[in-house]
Structures are given as structure tokens and as C-alpha cells.
């Protein structure tokens, strides 16, 4: 509140009452409606609304617009400082008050005769709050330019009034106070109730939408990025988008100069009303892009730059904050920067000095250019370039070169013209690339560098490998690498030398390449060149049929990324592939699309056929044709207007192809396959491999039997050859169904067993799912023989009830031996059908046949709550969610003197498995890497069973694994958390939707998932189940989420939805529910910071908004309709 001072008051009779104040302003022109702000103010429950911004933030207009709007009586009241008197204020007020609200006019004269401002304030508090009464449906009072107003006493009686308000009406208060206006008032309490709604600067700026609407309504002949750069020079600040726009024409030649018009009104409305010393650090720190308050202290040679900022802040003058950075509104800036006079150059140079020191190049160069200190910035370009390009940061050198070097310097520098064709080969641009590497080559050959002749071949590699050109490429890779050694680009030498080894299908020598990489990198504490060397680990890892290796190596490049994203040539399309493969349908979908965001963000346009092959194979994985058909002609259409990389081109039109062959569109399916076959013939091997894999079998399937037969021959050979094991599982599959529908069983049942093996090998199930149709004979095969029993009956739980027509008459005419593998998939299907198949096994000849049956049929039929497992004597039981425990009758084993944690593992191998398994399984799942030496693996096996049997001995169990037949299986009975979790969660989600029911199965089941599965053991056979459980605990907290809310618990929901965001701060979904809790719950400037915490999160790390069914949510909450 401002400090008190002796009010002089004036008699009555000598208050002229000027009417003009209390009429609220008509604008003339045409202004943009503030609609999507207007809806937001004054929620229900909301006494008062501050809108506090520095001047031509439009405050005004935004009052206007809400009174307006407002279907209560309004008093409208624009202050000034003649109104900085208490009687003058409070007859102002009086008068403004709605024509049928009642006043006593002998109380208002005598209350305004009082000549003690604080008594009069006090006496005026019950005339008001009378006259507002009298109001049957409130009213709404709007005081504009509060910042007219410094009277101690004005400033108590609005904070007296506030609170004794009638239901219904209303305070709106506009002006250029700081945020410390909240205070002032004594609104505190209030504002933490929510009863108080702050618009800020922020929110006044011009929203992309409504800077639209403004260049329609002004009829402005602009141009996108004229308009866009109106956007950023302005900084959504309205008065100065106002004028831009209307500079229209000249904008283009004074881009980046603030017009004398504006200067004036920059000095005048802002700079003069603030106080000389920050006026005097905005204009010196006007020489920064951005900084901390560090930056200016070193800058100014000070210490009370924070003092200063924190003021800057708390008046809203144009600092833009994010990530402990400070920044100025352009236009701003500008104007600030023709203000330096003669200190200028000696100001740039040192923030140029700090700059450097603090590793922005950019704003180093900046401001050496400004500083007239031209000639070194080439040099210092080059010098840190080196360190950007291998780090994958070529789009911030091609800013540097675009806005610090001339065309001439790069023509006359070697090092330039070499950097510039890094930079045009992250754009896609290989044929300048090519032009600026022939420049650099001639330059170095002039001068005798034979290190700048070997970064050249280094590049020419690059370019040959874009090219098709393998055999070219490795010639210019292998001439340079003599030269390299010394070489600032020695990682980039052993990437592309790894990726040129794996499009050669040398997958053995790749993987060595980077694991060397890895070894030296380690520990050195360069984190960017590790992501990039685990990034290209993990991708290589995966085509060698390690998905779950891979997929750790991808979470450990995340981990070391600040935003969670990987910045190599793939992002995370590996990983969106590797859910995919799984079934993980959905996640993989969010994976791809987040990462065609990022690309869309980044404007790296050459990967856009990558992401859009990705995002099209998800789509048909979950049946969306359409769509998959769409991105697969937008990522085949851009190769071919663009000639980008044409090995995307092979791809997408191979996986089109299939797609349409799924739909059954078989002759359009032949046409993409016979285009992808004649794009690959130029391609590297590994899309020679790849293609042919996909193809095969739809030449077959139109007429080309021994085409299709021999191309599915041949590439499986040659995937076999370099461990390609995703490729060879597509080709014997395909060959099993072609033999299949040809009759030939013999072949059919051999490559049967090959597909299965090897798909099970890498859990690629979701080719199965999506071409069910095609290879369910391979899967009925699979049950009838006892092939990867597992692998199978997890295909058809995700099949789900389309795989009945086959299962049952299987079921009918099958072996015991079949039956018991088909009824546990009846009982994950459920349904009449399969209830009744179950209960015609209850009749059959075989006992164990008829008890599993009968088992499942009462699991089907009978109660919802989960059965207790059968007590068993003595029970052994497990805890797999989290770390491993182990238990006998209560009495913990995990701790007991296992002498080799392999004799633990291979008792938690065998009950993951859940069936037997050969001893080469054992032994490839639990010493992957002794499968060469046979007879040390074997007496580790052997050693470890031994060991495994001492200690259940030593407990008075019996033995716990029972061999038979070349196999091995637990021969005691184990409960597990584990299958408690799975049984609660299946129960609970068979409930009605958002029952009482479904909400406390699910808070037992959640309880029961105490981490992820079998934690802490980092064998790669843990990694799918570990994924699709941690997926399903989210789909519980979720559901669990939306349970609590439906039932109006909503601190339940609230501390659920804070937990899901936690494990993922960009679903959109866990925002919303979010959103929606806290406003059900009241909590409403709650749900406004979470709005704002999304539109946050969303545009900085995908560049993208919120969808248009979140701001409908937010829009409902704004007026009031979200409540519990």
C-alpha cells in the first residue's frame, strides 16, 4: 500500500463530475475480440480481477470487450490523477454505479463533506456496499489506470470493499501497477482461495490465432513471414504488432529498426516512469540476446543485477524468462541498443568475451559483429565449429555461418566450405553439399593439408553412402582414415564408418566399431558424444535381433540428454520400432509421433521420410489404413521431389505394399513391390536384403510363384548371413505360408519352425498380429507341435477373439499335449465362444485335460475377485515387481548363500518362462556369451542347477526342477506378486467402467507393483515383459485415475495423475484429467498453471499446442463448467 500522506480534501460543491470518465470507451476501428481471454475472466467464484501490464498491452480494449459482453449492470470509471483524491474518487464511483441501483443522495452529500480522507473512506464503505445490494443481480464495476491512484486512503477503502461484496458482483481493476498490486490491496487470502484472478502481461499478449485475425481485419496485404516476423519483433506486445502491421510495406527494409513513431512511444509510455539506475542497466544489458544475472554483474562490474531483475519482473517490463535465462522483447531491445552511444563497442566486445567463455558461440559472434571486431570471427567460427558438427548441432552452425560469414570468406576458407557442407548434408542438400566439399578440396590441396584432404574424403563418404554408392564410399573412408587420427571429426570417422559397415550388412564389424567408441568415451565426461555413440550402438544392436539390449541403450542415451530426446539421424524411431515388434501398439504410436514432431520442430526435413515409414508401419500395426497408406505416399513422394536419400523411397513402397496386400488390394500391392525391387537394385545391401524380404511373397501371391519364391530364398540367405534376424523371421514366415497354400506341408512345417524360433528369439509378435490372416497356420502349427509354446499363445492372447475359428477346431481334433496349450489362451479371451469350448473340454477322456478345463471355466464363469492361489506345503513364493525376493512359508531366501547369483537366476528364468525349456535355452538366456564353448558352458549349467538344488535342499524343499525329455521345468508350485498383480488388474478392468468395484481392485492391484519386473537383473529376455508391465501399471494408475474422479475423491486422482506425469511429462491426457480434477476440486488457478505447464511443455519440447479438444477443456473450465 502506498506510505501515508496528509490528504487535503476538497468541499463538495467544488468536484465538478466529468460524465466523460464514466462512460466506457467505444474504440474506434475495428479490434481484434479478445474471445478466447474474455472467456477465461471473471470465473464463477471470483470476486476480483486484476489485468496489470505495462502500457499498450490493451488493457483498455480487453475491459471494454468484457463489459461488453457482461449481461449484469456495469459501472465503468477511468481514473486519472485528478481522481487521486478520495472525494473526488468516491463521488466519481457513486455516480458511475448503474442508474437503477438505489443511492441516497442526502448520504452521499454528507458523506462526501467529511474533510478526514480516512474517515470519509471508512463511512463510504456502508453506502456502497448498500447501494451494490440494491442490485438484484449484482453488477460488475470496472475501475481502468489504477496506477493513477497513490492515496493511502483509496487504496483501504477498495481493500475494505472487496471483501464485503454481494453475491454477484463484481471488482475489475486495470493499470500499470507491478504484481505486488495483490499485496497492496491486502488480497492475499483471497488470491490463494482463488477468489482473485491476476491477468498478466503473458496472458495479454496476442495469441497466433488472434495476431491472425488482426491482418484479416486490417485488410494487411502481408505476406506468412512477414507476419511471423511482425510475431517475434513485437513479442505478441499489441500496440507494437499494431503499428508494425500498419508499417506493413516498409517492414521489409527497416526489419530489425524500430520506427521513430514507436521509439517515441517506448520513451514516453515505458522508460520514463522507471528508475534512472535500471533504465541504465536495461539499456547496457540491451547488448545480450540473452543472460543470467551473472552475465550482467560481469558485464556492469555490479552486484545488484538480481535486485534489478527482480524488479523488471515484478512490473512486467519486457523480460521473457526460461531456464534461469533472461531475454527482451525484441522490438524492445532494438530500441534500447540505439542508446549505447559511446560505450557501445566496449559493451558487445565484453558480453561477446562472456559469451564465449560461457560456450554460446552464437551470441558470441553477435556481439563481436556489433563490436566492429569482424576479422575474427571466421577464425572463431572455425575453432569451435569442430566440437557443434560432431556433436550433432549442425543447425546452430548454420545459423553462425548464415549470419556471421559471407559468401566470399567461405569461398577463400578451406575450413569454411568444408563446414558448410556438414551443414547442407543435415539439411538434405547433397548436391551442394558436393559443390561446397569440391570447393574445400581444391583449397586444402593448395595449401599442403593433408588433415583438411582427409575431413574432405570423410565427407565424400557421407555423400556416396547417400547415394547408394557403398563400395565409392568405403574407398574415400578407408584414404582418409590414415589422416584422421589426429583429427578433431575421429568419432564422425567411426559413426559413418559403422553405418557404412551395417547398409554393407557387415553388422559384426559395425557393432565392434562403436563399442570401441564406447570404451574410449566412457568416463571421459563428454556426454554429447556418448549419446551419439549409444544412439548408433542401439540401432545397430537392434537389426542384430537384440531389441532388448537395444532398448536399454537407448534409455541410457536418454538419460544423459537434457530434454529426454536423442539427437542422432534416428531419434527414436528404433525404439517406436522395437514396441512396436512387441505388440506395444500404442506406445510405439506415441514414440513415432513425438518424434516426427521434434523433426518438424528442428526443421530436419531429410529425416521426414524416415519418420513418416515409421509412423505408416505403426498405423497398420494398429489397423489404421488410411492413414498408414498417407504417411507412406508423403515420405516416397518428398524422395522423389527432393532426390533425398532413395533407400527411403526402396522402403516406403515395400511397406505400402504390404499394407494394401493386408486390405487384399493385391494388384496395386504388385505395382509398389515391383518399384521398391527396381529403386533397391542401387542400394546398399541391406536394403537389397530388406526389400526382396516384404516383397517375395506378394509376387508370389500375384502370379509369380518362383520370382517371389526365390527372392524370399535368396534375401533369407543373405539375412542369415549377416545376422539379420527381424528379416530372416519375415522371410520364413513368408515361405511357410506361400508352402502352406501351395500344399507343400513338409516345407511348410520346416520353415514353420524357423519363423517361430526365430521371431520368438527376437519377440517380434506383431507381425504375426497384423498379417493374422496369412501366417495363422504357422501359429496352429506352432500349438499343435509345442514350438515356442510361450511366443505363441502371447500372439493369439493379442489376436484375441479372431483367432477362435481356428483355435476351437484345433481344440476339437487336437493332441492332449494341444488342448492344455490352447486353454489358458481361451481363458485370457474370455467370452461366450470360448467359455463354451471350455466346457466341452470338461467332458474330455484325459484327466488333466478335463481339470485344466474345468479350472478355467469356473475362472470364466465364477466370481470377479480374484481367486487366493491353493496353499501348498511347503509354499514357496516369489516377488518379481521390483527386486528379486524369494520366500519358504514367510522365511526369506533372498539373502541366504546361494554361492553364485546365476542358481537364483536360473530359479527366476524358469518360473519368467513358465514352462520347460532345453538346456541350450538355459544356458543362451542366463551365459549368452559362452554359447561358443560348449563344454564350459555346459559345466556352468550343470554347476549352477547343482547349486540351485543345495539350497531348496537345505530348506527341507524338494527338488525344484523336474527334467524330462531334453527339457527342464520348476517341479514345485510358486505364487508371485506378480501373478496377484495381473489377477486383480484383469478383474478389475472386467468391472463397469469407473465403478466402486473396478476402483478398489485397482488400488489392490497397484499396491502389489512395488517396481518394475525383476528389477534389478538386466538380462535382455527381462526387458519386453519388463515394458509391457510397466505400460499396463500406467494403464492402471490411469484407469484408477478417472475411477477416483467419477467417485469425487479427487485428492486420490490429483496425487495418481502427478505420479503418471512423473514417468511422462508430454501425455496430454494425464494433463487433461489433471486439469479437470483440480477445477472439480475448486483448486481453479491450480488447473490454470497446469494449462499453462502443458502449453509450456508442449511447445518446448515438440513445438506444438494443445489439442483443440484440451482448449475446449480449458475453455469450459475458464467459464465455470468443470466443477465436482
Known amino acids: 500500500m502506498p506510505e501515508k500522506v496528509t490528504a487535503v480534501i476538497r468541499h463538495p460543491e467544488n468536484v465538478p463530475l466529468i460524465t466523460t470518465k464514466l462512460q466506457c470507451p467505444q474504440f474506434q476501428g475495428r ?74 443522495e442526502v448520504h452521499l452529500h454528507r458523506l462526501i463533506s467529511r474533510t478526514d480522507p480516512e474517515e470519509l473512506c ?44 454481494p453475491p454477484q458482483t463484481q471488482l475489475a481493476l486495470a493499470g500499470r501497477n507491478s504484481l505486488e498490486l495483490v499485496g497492496q490491496l491486502a488480497l492475499e487470502r483471497l488470491y490463494l482461495a482463488g477468489q482473485v484472478q491476476l491477468i498478466g502481461s503473458q496472458d495479454l499478449k496476442f495469441t497466433p490465432e488472434e495476431l491472425k485475425r488482426l491482418f484479416g481485419l486490417r485488410a494487411c496485404a502481408l505476406e506468412e513471414p512477414q507476419a511471423e516476423r511482425i510475431a517475434a519483433f513485437s513479442g505478441g506486445w499489441p500496440i507494437m ?24 512511444y517506448i520513451d514516453r509510455e515505458i522508460l520514463q516512469d522507471i528508475p534512472g539506475n535500471v533504465s541504465d542497466f536495461l539499456i547496457k544489458t540491451s547488448v545480450f540476446t540473452s543472460f543470467t544475472s551473472a552475465d550482467c554483474d560481469e558485464l556492469l562490474d555490479s552486484s545488484v543485477s538480481e535486485e534489478h531483475l527482480r524488479y523488471l519482473e515484478s512490473q512486467q517490463l519486457f523480460l521473457e524468462s526460461r531456464e534461469g535465462r533472461f531475454s527482451l522483447v525484441p522490438v524492445l531491445r532494438s530500441h534500447l541498443r540505439t542508446k549505447l552511444g559511446s560505450e557501445k563497442c566496449a559493451l558487445f566486445k565484453k558480453a561477446g568475451t562472456i559469451a564465449l567463455s560461457r560456450g554460446n558461440l552464437q551470441q558470441a559472434v553477435s556481439c563481436f559483429l556489433e563490436a566492429g571486431e569482424r576479422e575474427s570471427i571466421p577464425e572463431l567460427v572455425v575453432r569451435l565449429a569442430g566440437e557443434a558438427i560432431m556433436h550433432g548441432r549442425w543447425q546452430e552452425l548454420g545459423g553462425w555461418l ?52 582427409a575431413e574432405c574424403q570423410l565427407v565424400k563418404a557421407r555423400l556416396s553412402r547417400g547415394r547408394g554408392a ?135 526435413t531429410e529425416l521426414l521420410p524416415s519418420s513418416c515409414l515409421q509412423l505408416a508401419l505403426v498405423y497398420t500395426s494398429l489397423g489404421r489404413f488410411e492413414d498408414a497408406e498417407r504417411c507412406f505416399l508423403q515420405g516416397a513422394d518428398y524422395v522423389r521431389e527432393h532426390d533425398s536419400d532413395r533407400s527411403n523411397l526402396a522402403l516406403n513402397l515395400v511397406f505400402l505394399a504390404r499394407t494394401l496386400a493386408i486390405q487384399g488390394k493385391w494388384v496395386a500391392a504388385r505395382s509398389c513391390a515391383l518399384e521398391a525391387l527396381e529403386v533397391v537394385e542401387s542400394q546398399p545391401y541391406l536394403f537389397r536384403t530388406s526389400v526382396p524380404a516384404v516383397a517375395g511373397l506378394i509376387l508370389a501371391r500375384t502370379g509369380s510363384l518362383d520370382t517371389g519364391l526365390a527372392l524370399l530364398v535368396g534375401a533369407a540367405e543373405r539375412a542369415k ?44 509378435l506383431q507381425n504375426y498380429v497384423t498379417c493374422y490372416d496369412w501366417y495363422y497356420p504357422l501359429l496352429m502349427h506352432g500349438l499343435e507341435e509345442g514350438i515356442e509354446t510361450s511366443f505363441v499363445q502371447r500372439v493369439l492372447r493379442k ?24 486353454i489358458p489362451i481361451l481363458l485370457e479371451i474370455g467370452g461366450p465362444e470360448a467359455r463354451r469350448a471350455l466346457a466341452a473340454l470338461r467332458e474330455d477322456p484325459v484327466e488333466y485335460v478335463r481339470n485344466m478345463a474345468a479350472e478355467a471355466y469356473e475362472r470364466l464363469t465364477g466370481p470377479e475377485e480374484p481367486a487366493q492361489p491353493a496353499a501348498a506345503s511347503p509354499t514357496l513364493s516369489m516377488q518379481l515387481l521390483g527386486p528379486v525376493r524369494i520366500f519358504v512359508d514367510g522365511q ?173 511429462e508430454l501425455n496430454e491426457n494425464y494433463h487433461c484429467l489433471l486439469i479437470e480434477a483440480y477445477a472439480r476440486s475448486g483448486q481453479r488457478r491450480a488447473a490454470q498453471r497446469q494449462y499453462a505447464l502443458l502449453e509450456k511443455t508442449l511447445r518446448k519440447e515438440l513445438g506444438v499446442q494443445p489439442s483443440p479438444e484440451t482448449q475446449e477443456l480449458f475453455r469450459r473450465l475458464t467459464l465455470g463448467l468443470l466443477s465436482g
Request: charged letters at 25%; a negative charge.
Open 892 to 1064: 526369506e531366501l533372498t539373502g541366504v548363500k546361494w554361492r553364485s547369483h546365476r542358481a537364483r537366476d536360473l530359479l527366476v528364468y524358469l518360473v519368467h518362462v513358465g514352462q520347460p525349456v532345453t538346456k541350450d535355452q538355459i544356458i543362451d538366456a542366463l551365459w549368452p556369451g559362452d554359447l561358443q564353448d560348449l563344454a564350459k558352458a555346459d559345466a556352468q549349467f550343470h554347476t549352477t542347477l547343482y547349486r540351485l538344488r543345495s539350497v531348496f535342499k537345505a530348506y527341507n524343499l524338494p527338488d525344484p526342477i523336474q527334467r524330462s525329455a531334453e527339457v527342464y521345468a520348476l517341479a514345485v508350485p510358486v505364487t508371485t506378486d506378480l501373478a496377484r498383480f495381473e489377477a486383480l488388474l484383469k478383474s478389475g478392468l472386467s468391472q463397469q467402467t469407473n465403478s466402486v468395484e473396478q476402483m478398489h481392485l485397482l488400488e489392490e492391484a497397484v499396491k502389489h507393483y512395488r517396481g518394475d519386473y525383476l528389477e534389478n537383473l538386466d538380462y535382455p529376455w527381462a526387458v519386453p515383459e519388463r515394458e509391457a508391465l510397466r505400460l499396463r501399471y500406467g494403464e492402471a494408475r490411469l484407469r484408477l485415475a478417472q475411477c477416483c474422479l467419477e467417485a469425487q475423491q479427487y485428492e486420490k486422482a490429483i496425487a495418481e495423475l502427478i505420479l503418471l506425469l512423473k514417468r511422462d
Open 31 to 104: 479490434m481484434v475480440e479478445r474471445s478466447s481471454l474474455l472467456q477465461r475472466l471473471l470465473p464463477a467464484g471470483c470476486q476480483v480481477l486484476l489485468v496489470l501490464a505495462p502500457a499498450g498491452y490493451g488493457k483498455t480494449v480487453l475491459l471494454s470487450q468484457l463489459a461488453g459482453s457482461c449481461s449484469r449492470p456495469t459501472a465503468w470509471y477511468s481514473l486519472n490523477s485528478y481522481d487521486d483524491d478520495p472525494v473526488v474518487f468516491i463521488r466519481h464511483l457513486a455516480a458511475a454505479l448503474p442508474k437503477h441501483a438505489s443511492q441516497n
Open 799 to 822: 489376436v484375441g477373439p479372431r483367432s477362435l475359428k481356428h483355435l476351437i477346431p484345433l481344440m476339437q481334433r487336437g493332441s492332449p499335449a494341444a488342448k492344455q496349450r490352447i
Open 470 to 604: 557403398l563400395q565409392e564410399s568405403f574407398d574415400f573412408l578407408f584414404d582418409a582414415e590414415a589422416n584422421l587420427s589426429a583429427s578433431r571429426y575421429r568419432l564422425l570417422l567411426a559413426i559413418e564408418k559403422s553405418i557404412i559397415y551395417h547398409s554393407a550388412g557387415r553388422f559384426r564389424e559395425s557393432r565392434e566399431i562403436l563399442q570401441r567408441c564406447l570404451e574410449e568415451y566412457e568416463g571421459s565426461g563428454d556426454c554429447e558424444a556418448l549419446v551419439r555413440i549409444l544412439e548408433a550402438l542401439g540401432n545397430i544392436t537392434y537389426l542384430c535381433g537384440e531389441p532388448s539390449r537395444a532398448l536399454l541403450l537407448f534409455r541410457r542415451a536418454m538419460s544423459l540428454c537434457p530434454e529426454g530426446i536423442m539427437p542422432g539421424y534416428n531419434f527414436q524411431d528404433m525404439m517406436s520400432a522395437i514396441y512396436d515388434d512387441w505388440g506395444e501398439t500404442e506406445q510405439a504410436l506415441l514414440i513415432a509421433e513425438r518424434s516426427a514432431a521434434v523433426r518438424e520442430k528442428m526443421g530436419l
Open 241 to 264: 504488432v499494431s503499428f508494425l502491421t500498419q508499417a506493413g510495406e516498409g517492414l521489409e527494409e527497416g526489419r530489425g529498426r524500430v520506427p521513430q513513431t514507436l521509439k517515441a
Open 721 to 764: 548371413d549377416m545376422g539379420f534376424l527381424k528379416c530372416l523371421a519375415y522371410c520364413y514366415q513368408s515361405l511357410a505360408h506361400l508352402f502352406f497354400l501351395h500344399g507343400d506341408l513338409e516345407k511348410a512345417r520346416e520353415y514353420t519352425q524357423k519363423a517361430l524360433i526365430t521371431s520368438a528369439k527376437i519377440n517380434d
Open 402 to 453: 548464415e549470419m556471421a560469414i559471407t559468401v566470399e570468406e567461405i569461398k577463400e576458407n578451406p575450413r569454411l566450405s568444408l563446414l558448410l557442407a556438414l551443414v547442407e548434408i543435415g539439411r538434405g542438400q547433397l548436391s551442394h553439399a558436393q559443390k561446397a566439399v569440391q570447393q574445400a578440396e581444391s583449397l586444402f590441396a593448395a595449401f599442403g593439408d593433408e588433415i583438411g584432404l
Open 122 to 165: 471508512r463511512s463510504a464503505l456502508s453506502f456502497f456496499v448498500d447501494v451494490l445490494a440494491s442490485l438484484p443481480s449484482g453488477g460488475l464495476i470496472i475501475l481502468d489506470n489504477w496506477q493513477a491512484i497513490t492515496q493511502p486512503a483509496i487504496y483501504q477503502f477498495i481493500s475494505e470493499l472487496i471483501p464485503l461484496l
